[in-house]
């Protein structure tokens, strides 16, 4: 959702350049009250498939207890296309309480009117209606990774 991303590039931006920068963010910036997920862009999700640990293996974890099938430091993973969170080849993410962090507000599941038209006289208009807002800014931070040069 447009709305959502829009508001997740808000919260308190933070650059990293390694997994010890994330896992940093993760312990001591994030407070331990909130759960905790990864919203990543596909070019960030390709940043934590390639980490390896210092007995060559990969951090990404297979995992049957989230959605998308993998984790991270105990974090699942939630995989979005670049254009969502940034433009193509930028590597973003979203860690934090997403619950928590975003309001979306369902107003009316499904709305039906009549409308006036000009031309057909009246025709049957259906319509959503939903609201997105930030309700906790200190519930994620969004994340932005460069590599060290």
Do not use: C
Request: aromatic share 10%.
């Amino acid at each position: 959702n447009s709305a959502v991303a829009t508001l997740l590039k808000g919260f308190t931006p933070k650059s990293i350049t390694s997994v010890d920068d994330l896992k940093h963010i993760n312990n001591v910036d994030l407070d331990p009250a909130y759960s905790r997920v990864i919203i990543a862009s596909q070019s960030f999700y390709n940043f934590l498939d390639t980490v390896k640990d210092g007995n060559g293996r990969y951090l990404l974890q297979d995992s049957i207890l989230t959605p998308s099938g993998k984790s991270v430091l105990g974090m699942p993973i939630v995989v979005v296309s670049d254009d969502t969170l940034g433009a193509a080849g930028e590597a973003h993410a979203f860690l934090g309480d997403i619950k928590r962090a975003i309001l979306f507000a369902n107003r009316a599941d499904f709305m039906v009117r009549w409308v006036d038209d000009q031309i057909y006289g009246q025709f049957l208009q259906a319509g959503m209606r939903f609201g997105v807002s930030v309700a906790d800014e200190k519930a994620g931070y969004f994340l932005t990774y460069t590599p060290k040069a």
